[in-house]
C-alpha cells in the first residue's frame, strides 16, 4: 500500500476530556498536511472542528455514547442526530457493552438498527464500537453477525478507553462473521506501522488513532531504506 492509501484509512483522534480548541485547530490542520480520512472527537467540538475542516477533503467525525456505552438508546440516538444537526459526516457509537455480556443479542439489534436507523437518514457513515477487551470470542461472533443483517458501515475494534485496545485476532473474527458488506475498523493502541499494517492485514479498512502522524514518518522513513 501507498504512503496516501494508509493515510485515507486513519481518523485522525482526539477525544481527551481537556482537549481545547487550540488542540482541535491542531487536530485539523495536521489531518489536512497528511491526508487523513477523518477527525475522530467528541460531539462537543463537531461544530468547531467542521468549520476549521471546511474546504478539505477530511471529514468531521463524531464519537456517540463515548466512552463507556452505558447510555439508554434513546439518549445515543439524540446525541448522533445532535451531532449530525452540528454538521458531523459520521459517527462511531459504543454499543451496551453490559447487554452483550448478557447475552440480550435483541437489545444490541434493537440499538443497532435505531443508531443505523439515524445515521441513514443523514446519509452518513456508521460506525460500532464492541469494546472487544470485554468480549468472550463467541460474544464479538454474535454481536458481528447482528451487524451481518443490520449493515451498519463499519464494526470496530474498541474505544482505546478499554482494558486493552485492537488485537489482530478481533479484527479478522469480525470481518469473518459481520459478512462482506460491512467493513472493519481497528483503533486502541495502535502507535506504529508495524502494528497498523498487522490491523491491515487482518482486514481492517480503517484505523482510529492519535499516533497517525507517527505510523506516516515510520512508513516513509522505510520507504527511505
Same mark, same amino acid.
Given at each position: 500500500?501507498?504512503?496516501? =492509501?494508509?493515510?485515507?484509512?486513519?481518523?485522525? !483522534?482526539?477525544?481527551?476530556?481537556?482537549?481545547? /480548541?487550540?488542540?482541535?485547530?491542531?487536530?485539523?490542520?495536521?489531518?489536512? #498536511?497528511? *491526508?487523513?480520512?477523518?477527525?475522530?472527537?467528541? !460531539?462537543?467540538?463537531?461544530?468547531?472542528?467542521? #468549520?476549521?475542516?471546511?474546504?478539505? /477533503?477530511?471529514? !468531521?467525525?463524531?464519537?456517540?455514547?463515548?466512552?463507556? *456505552?452505558?447510555?439508554? @438508546?434513546?439518549?445515543?440516538?439524540?446525541?448522533?442526530?445532535?451531532?449530525?444537526?452540528? *454538521?458531523?459526516? =459520521?459517527?462511531?457509537?459504543?454499543?451496551?457493552?453490559?447487554?452483550?455480556?448478557?447475552?440480550?443479542?435483541?437489545? &444490541?439489534?434493537? #440499538?443497532? /438498527?435505531?443508531?443505523?436507523?439515524?445515521?441513514?437518514?443523514?446519509? &452518513?457513515?456508521?460506525?460500532? &464500537?464492541?469494546?472487544?477487551?470485554?468480549?468472550? =470470542?463467541?460474544?464479538?461472533?454474535?454481536?458481528?453477525?447482528?451487524?451481518?443483517? +443490520?449493515?451498519?458501515?463499519?464494526?470496530?475494534?474498541?474505544?482505546?478507553? %478499554? !482494558?486493552?485496545?485492537?488485537?489482530? #485476532?478481533? +479484527? /479478522?473474527?469480525?470481518?469473518?462473521?459481520?459478512?462482506?458488506?460491512?467493513?472493519?475498523?481497528?483503533?486502541?493502541? @495502535?502507535?506504529?506501522? $508495524?502494528?497498523?499494517?498487522?490491523?491491515?492485514?487482518? %482486514?481492517?479498512?480503517?484505523?482510529?488513532?492519535?499516533? %497517525?502522524?507517527?505510523? @506516516? $514518518?515510520?512508513?516513509?522513513?522505510?520507504?527511505?531504506?
Amino acid at each position: 500500500m501507498t504512503i496516501q =492509501e494508509v493515510a485515507a484509512m486513519v481518523d485522525h !483522534t482526539n477525544l481527551k476530556a481537556f482537549a481545547v /480548541r487550540e488542540d482541535f485547530q491542531k487536530l485539523c490542520d495536521e489531518a489536512v #498536511e497528511y *491526508g487523513f480520512k477523518s477527525v475522530a472527537i467528541n !460531539t462537543y467540538p463537531v461544530a468547531m472542528c467542521r #468549520e476549521m475542516l471546511q474546504g478539505s /477533503r477530511v471529514l !468531521t467525525g463524531a464519537a456517540v455514547g463515548f466512552p463507556l *456505552g452505558q447510555m439508554t @438508546i434513546a439518549s445515543k440516538v439524540a446525541e448522533a442526530e445532535n451531532a449530525i444537526q452540528d *454538521g458531523c459526516q =459520521e459517527f462511531d457509537y459504543v454499543m451496551n457493552v453490559g447487554k452483550a455480556r448478557e447475552h440480550d443479542y435483541a437489545y &444490541i439489534e434493537d #440499538e443497532m /438498527r435505531q443508531m443505523v436507523a439515524a445515521g441513514r437518514k443523514a446519509g &452518513i457513515c456508521v460506525k460500532v &464500537i464492541f469494546e472487544t477487551c470485554y468480549l468472550t =470470542e463467541e460474544e464479538i461472533i454474535e454481536v458481528a453477525k447482528i451487524a451481518s443483517r +443490520v449493515k451498519p458501515d463499519f464494526v470496530k475494534t474498541s474505544t482505546g478507553f %478499554g !482494558t486493552a485496545g485492537a488485537k489482530a #485476532e478481533h +479484527v /479478522r473474527l469480525m470481518k469473518q462473521y459481520a459478512g462482506p458488506d460491512v467493513q472493519v475498523k481497528a483503533a486502541g493502541g @495502535i502507535r506504529s506501522w $508495524e502494528q497498523a499494517k498487522a490491523m491491515i492485514d487482518a %482486514g481492517a479498512t480503517r484505523l482510529g488513532t492519535s499516533a %497517525g502522524i507517527k505510523i @506516516i $514518518e515510520e512508513m516513509k522513513a522505510a520507504a527511505l531504506n
